[in-house]
């Protein structure tokens, strides 16, 4: 497959004048879908990650380092397996956002048996190493999700400066040729965006006040070439601005995707999955540093729905609605507004907002009320890009133009049906996860995702908690060190009605508890730490203990029971605080920066020295033990031992971070 077979972008306004036509034939190709394969059963798990690769590049002399614009050239090269013999590669390799981003995916999604987690880390590294080989002297393929001075001057290798006036996105920070262009795909997407809202997107971050940052804490745009003043209303005092789609975007991520054996349970696991995406949003936090300063987020998640906000203003209710259909809460990136299983109906909360015609075609066909609620809500959205080709295909065997709507609403998570013309079932796609610096790191956290869809399948547990209060979850994951700071809604009890004798969760329970249980009578769920989600308390089983009964009712060989310990005893450790996320250290690692002046400046010597740092720890060059400690192979985890190993040097190193606050 090349890079350049979609064929022949409209212009914005033809885009627009066919957006209902895209819906239309989208919610058609849907119900052929639906009624065709609404019974097929029995497909068995498959699941996949995909991981959106950095390329950056290393100036030793100057101290500096710089996204490295090449993903055009090492993409062809890297995608030549493919195209030689697509149904025989160890790894897939697609473009992303920008031509500093590479994004592979193992060859073959992994399947039920469990010694396929012994493949997830070696395939990782595999992808790094591919993308390494084609790479000169000083350049390397990193992971983590966002640059740290992604917008600052003279960020990329080479070096482009920002053409406000023409550029695509408009900004002040982000060059057009940082974007992908081998592909029409993204600046248009850019352009769409900015041309549908009417305006470039903008978005403020509450900077990290240290102290020495100057208060109140205001920018000056004119060295940006903002000579006029024009982006000074938009920008907020004490905050970080930022304005172009590409400074979102352009952040990566680690997702995963699972194939359920039948619509149902799909539609169940999209649902259980819910809860867990801030947890694993907190869990895997890495982004504190934004346009070279360090801010009191952790998380790219509010960024990326601030920068793919394409809702005019009447849509986000600054106007009063005249041309538009709709007010629209949220951005089209953003958690998910609705629960789409039979059983899960109680926990919609909150107002979804539908296209009635898209809703009123889909129950006519059969369709029930929560589906056709997820896809009308879904269906609120305009095309952001078509392609001429597109336009007249056929309702029965394609579904480009459901996909079209499907996969520009980027939410938390998303249900997948199957795709025209290939033998792929009913899938979910788990999207909030943060990238980590290694790879060890990231295969422990797709390890812990899969084996809870296990689990929660095996046992049929139930997560499910109001969706609001999924949504407050998703703004307190983003918040400094949320991890050991924020508390988050979740259910006191994971056993469901229908099987009140799940045995082993009864049991760990009344182990477990000298104290009275939670009133079943009172609010199903309540305030936890990650610490007791994740590895229990007296009052809740804890996530781990699940898996680990799990695990103990599977046949695993040793070595695959060796590697997913490992995994397990990191996200432990993790959850626990006594090992630090991604973002903690590298707040740490700024703050005790030689040339730092607690400013909240990220200069070019402290980014360049971070990510020199991270580039070691990901070739195992050097060790980080703040973040990932292996420990010794043996067959059994015993967590709670881990955990107190940990205490003594976290308060150590706790004491270190709070000083410099
Ligand atoms: P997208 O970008 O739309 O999410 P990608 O093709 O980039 O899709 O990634 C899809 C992921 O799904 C990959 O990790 C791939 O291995 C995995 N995958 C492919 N086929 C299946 C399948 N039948 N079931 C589950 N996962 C699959
Ligand atoms: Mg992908
Ligand atoms: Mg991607
Ligand atoms: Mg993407
Ligand atoms: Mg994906």
């Known amino acids: 497959m090349g890079l350049l077979t979609e064929g022949h972008p409209l212009s914005w306004e033809e885009t627009k004048k066919h957006a209902q036509y895209v819906r239309e034939h989208g919610v058609e190709q849907f119900i052929n879908t639906y009624k065709e394969l609404k019974d097929r059963r ?48 160890t790894t897939l390799w697609r473009p992303e956002y920008a031509d500093y981003m590479i994004e592979g995916t193992p060859g073959k999604p992994y399947g039920y048996l469990p010694v396929h987690f012994n493949m997830v880390e070696a395939n990782m590294r595999l992808r790094r190493q591919q993308g390494q080989e084609l790479l000169d002297k000083d350049e390397y ?104 789609i590409g400074l979102g975007t352009g952040c990566s991520c680690l997702q995963v995707t699972f194939q359920a054996q039948s619509i149902d349970e799909a539609r169940f696991l999209y649902d259980q999955l819910i809860p867990l995406t801030p947890i694993m949003l907190a869990m895997s936090a890495s982004s504190p540093i934004w346009r070279g300063y360090l801010t009191e987020i952790d998380c790219r998640w509010n960024v990326l729905c601030a920068m793919s906000d394409d809702r005019t203003t009447e849509e986000e209710g600054s106007e009063p609605l005249k041309n538009e259909c709709f007010r629209i809460p949220k951005s089209r990136y953003s958690s998910v507004d609705c629960y789409i299983s ?179 009578t009172e609010c199903e769920h309540c305030l936890m730490t990650i610490n007791e989600i994740i590895n229990g308390s007296n009052k809740f089983v804890g996530l781990l203990n699940i898996i680990q009964n799990y695990l103990s009712n599977i046949d695993l060989d040793a070595d695959t029971q060796d590697t997913i310990n490992q995994y397990l005893d990191l996200i432990s450790r993790r959850a626990a ?3 630090m996320t991604n973002a903690t250290w590298m707040r740490h690692f700024v703050a005790n920066h030689p040339v730092y002046k607690h400013d909240s400046v990220v200069t070019d010597e402290i980014a360049y020295d971070l990510l020199w740092k991270m580039t070691k720890i990901t070739n195992d060059e050097e060790e980080c033990p703040e973040v990932v400690r292996k420990k010794p192979s043996k067959t059994t985890l015993d967590v709670t031992a881990a955990v107190e190993q940990d205490n003594n040097e976290l308060e150590i190193k706790q004491s270190l971070i709070n000083n410099n606050q």
């Open 42 to 89: 029995n497909d068995s798990l498959q699941w996949g990650d995909e991981v959106e690769f950095m390329i950056i590049r290393f100036d030793h002399e100057k101290k500096k380092v710089h996204l490295l614009l090449k993903a055009h050239e090492i993409l062809p090269i890297l995608m030549e397996p493919e195209n030689q013999n697509p149904d025989d590669c």
């Open 141 to 244: 393929v990193l992971s983590t999700s966002n640059f740290p001075r992604n917008g600052c001057p003279d960020c990329s290798w080479p070096t482009y400066k920002p053409t406000t006036d023409t550029s695509a996105s408009a900004s002040l920070f982000f060059p057009d040729e940082f974007i992908f262009a081998d592909h029409p795909r993204f600046k248009i997407l850019t352009r769409n965006i900015r041309l549908r809202r009417n305006s470039k997107v903008a978005f403020n971050i509450p900077i990290f006040i240290d102290t020495n940052t100057p208060r109140p804490f205001i920018e000056d745009f004119s060295i940006y070439g903002d000579t006029a003043g024009v982006n000074t209303t938009a920008a907020i005092k004490d905050h970080i601005y930022l304005d172009a």
């Open 342 to 520: 039979p059983d899960s109906a109680k926990y919609n909360d909150q107002e979804v907002v539908l296209d009635m015609n898209v809703f009123h075609k889909l129950i006519e066909n059969d369709i029930d009320h929560l589906l056709a609620q997820h896809i009308a809500h879904l269906f609120i959205r305009d095309p952001l890009i078509l392609f001429e080709e597109q336009l007249h295909l056929d309702d029965t065997k394609d579904t480009d133009l459901f996909e079209n709507i499907n996969s520009t609403n980027w939410q938390s998570m998303r249900f997948k049906p199957p795709p025209a013309d290939c033998d792929i079932g009913w899938r979910v796609e788990f999207r909030p996860t943060e990238l980590q610096m290694t790879d060890f790191e990231n295969a422990a956290l797709v390890t812990f995702i899969v084996l809870l869809t296990r689990a929660i399948l095996t046992y049929n547990l139930n997560l499910l908690i109001p969706i609001s209060n999924v949504d407050e979850n998703m703004k307190f994951a983003q918040q400094r060190d949320a991890l050991r700071h924020q508390k988050f809604h979740f259910r006191k009890s994971l056993t469901t009605e229908q099987t009140p004798d799940t045995p082993f969760l009864t049991s760990i329970q009344k182990n477990k508890s000298q104290e009275p249980e939670y009133d079943k």
């Open 577 to 579: 605080g006594t090992l």
